[in-house]
């Protein structure tokens, strides 16, 4: 090779990537066209930074004058989370398996697996409203939607668990002549139950997070105490209540990572 072809080919080491630079040019373009026509503009942003100035002067001190009101609604979120958590990890056990693909037959894991996506189609506040107008107002509302956001997230991770297993250990089971159930038992639950516990630790979590927003549109709980507390425009009592809710998250979080250790 000659130098001049040596120096042509050292100035095309880094060839360029054209398709992705207009593929990142028109994303650019698109960006600045969907910004126009959702109403951006600086005008609106500094008119929201005042205002949210002087939305939250309004929340400061903090009032914890109606603390007992406070206490019952963290209490009744944390029994509808509690509530939905067990019976969405007791449901989501046998779906999980239905669903794992290296155990069942195909007519088997289609529909359960289409029942699992149903679930996690819909954002738990939109489930919420669903279960509010069919059966009204309260935790039990809060309750049904949140067990249906359980069940379609671990079902999910624990089929995907499932189906990632050394089939070894099953065909050992099956060789002693075991039956379905006791395959499943003794050679399938032991390899994912560390996950399983993890997936549900976090369901936890993410229900104790959950049972707030489904409390604002009439699931009952904290949630449904902070909206009562924004209508009548007590803002200190607002901040109070996002403070004892913050609360609530991180003594959550610390138990369900005590959980994990002891139990993994």
């Known amino acids: ?16 990537n054209w398709p992705a630079r207009l593929f990142f040019l028109a994303f650019a373009i698109y960006l600045v066209y ?6 951006f503009n600086l005008e609106r942003m500094s008119y929201g930074l005042e205002h949210g100035q002087r939305f939250l002067a309004r929340m400061f001190p903090p009032s914890f004058a109606r603390s007992e009101l406070i206490i019952s609604g963290i209490v009744e979120s944390l029994q509808i989370a509690i509530i939905a958590s067990f019976f969405g990890i007791v449901l989501a056990l046998p779906v999980g398996f239905l669903a794992a693909r290296n155990l069942m037959p195909v007519w088997i894991t289609w529909p359960m697996r289409a029942f699992v996506a149903l679930c996690r189609s819909f954002h738990p ?16 509302a809060g309750v ?3 067990i249906v956001a359980s069940v379609g997230f671990i079902s999910k991770l624990f089929a995907e668990a499932i189906e990632e297993i050394s089939l070894k250990q099953v065909e050992a089971v099956r060789a002693t002549g075991a039956g379905f159930f006791a395959v499943l038992v003794m050679g399938v639950l032991p390899q994912v139950l560390p996950r399983f516990i993890g997936f549900s630790t976090y369901q936890l979590d993410s229900n104790l997070r959950n049972s707030t927003m489904v409390g604002i549109v009439g699931g009952g709980g ?13 803002f200190d009592v ?9 609360g609530m998250i ?4 610390i138990v369900s990572g005590w959980a994990r250790r002891v139990f993994q």
Do not use: H, N
């Not at 080919?9 to 060839?15: D, I, M, N, V, Y």
């Not at 904290?222 to 007590?234: E, H, K, M, N, P």
């Not at 607002?238 to 913050?246: G, K, N």
């Open 1 to 16: 090779m000659s130098t001049l072809d040596q120096t042509a080919a050292r100035r095309r080491a880094f060839t360029p």
């Open 34 to 39: 969907a910004a126009s026509r959702l109403g």
């Open 125 to 140: 506040i939109i489930v919420a409203i669903i279960f509010v107008k069919a059966i009204g107002f309260g935790a039990l």
């Open 144 to 146: 049904m939607a949140l």
């Open 222 to 234: 904290i949630g449904a105490t902070l909206f009562t507390a924004y209508q009548r425009f007590d």
């Open 238 to 246: 607002v901040l109070a209540i996002l403070i004892v809710i913050v």
């Open 250 to 253: 991180m003594v959550a979080e």
